[in-house]
């Protein structure tokens, strides 16, 4: 008979390996699969010993290499694996909510880096030789005029703020694998706290607001350039909260948050007015929380 951690360890086995699967053969549910990948490894840590855990993650990693590539069972490691490991063993030492939810962030801007460093210089994929590959791909299509220039400067202005993207997309991905986890970790029945619902946020309004001076002061110098853009997307994430907590003033319905959230994504004149939005409300507390002291966290 086998016991109830060997049982514990092929589910989560089996819920890593149908997630690799969607990830690969269904795309359009990636964005889905990466939100939900590190839970396996957070009910397990959660659950067990870090030797277990170590062990679940150096499986699902062997799975991943020998049935798909080497690029898929290093993201066993370096990607759900660690975001996993570090969300449980953040809600299983009872650390505090704010920092968990700092240290999941932590932890997918380290897995990005990570990532990239691995396919830079170990797989030899970078951004010049995705320019070469558009170069040789434009060249030998006729009758394009100046698409190759247009391309070309704008792939070479992708990686000049690529590093302000990659934080960017740590911020959200974090933010969303922490929420998503701790909010199933409680539904199995474990009740560990979970941080302030977004629209409750209210962000560092002297940092943030003297970092986007001192940037733009200094727009000439690229790492001030992509500091500038982190810097308003957390304002824009302060003026977003905002708009929530005021649409959830005036209705509970979901759907109504999913929409307006949809809008922000695909209409561009959103993002600057919850721009500008934030940025008010840094100064004015247009919600009146700054003294809100978690009354949304569970106890």
Not at 206 to 216: D, E, Q
Not at 252 to 257: G, R, T, V
Request: with cysteine.
């Amino acid at each position: 008979m086998l016991n109830q951690k060997i049982k514990d360890s092929i589910k989560v086995l089996i819920y890593l390996l149908i997630l690799t699967l969607i990830n690969i053969y269904i795309p359009f549910l990636s964005i889905l699969v990466l939100i939900v990948w590190p839970i396996p490894i957070v009910v397990i840590t959660m659950k067990y010993d870090l030797n277990t855990t170590a062990g679940v993650i150096a499986i699902s990693a062997l799975i991943n290499g020998l049935l798909f590539s080497p690029i898929m069972g290093l993201l066993a490691v370096i990607g759900y694996g660690l975001v996993g490991f570090v969300i449980g063993s953040c809600l299983k030492e009872e650390i505090k909510p704010l920092n968990a939810l700092i240290f999941t962030v932590l932890s997918v801007l380290f897995s990005h880096i990570l990532l990239l460093f691995i396919s830079k210089y170990l797989l030899g994929i970078n951004f010049q030789s995705i320019i070469n590959e558009v170069n040789t791909i434009i060249g030998q299509t006729s009758n394009i005029g100046n698409m190759e220039e247009m391309l070309n400067s704008q792939l070479q202005l992708l990686q000049r703020i690529f590093p302000a993207l990659i934080g960017i997309s740590a911020i959200i991905t974090g933010s969303l694998n922490y929420y998503v986890s701790t909010w199933y970790i409680n539904k199995a029945g474990f009740n560990k706290p979970t941080y302030k619902e977004i629209k409750y946020w209210a962000l560092p309004r002297w940092i943030i607001a003297i970092g986007i001076v001192i940037s733009l002061l200094l727009k000439r110098y690229m790492f001030f350039v992509n500091l500038n853009m982190v810097l308003l997307f957390l304002t824009l994430v302060q003026g977003y909260a905002v708009t929530i907590y005021y649409i959830d003033k005036k209705t509970k319905n979901s759907i109504i948050k999913v929409i307006f959230t949809a809008v922000v994504i695909f209409i561009p004149l959103l993002p600057p007015a919850l721009v500008l939005l934030g940025l008010v409300d840094f100064w004015f507390d247009l919600r009146k929380i700054n003294n809100y002291e978690g009354e949304n966290e569970r106890s």
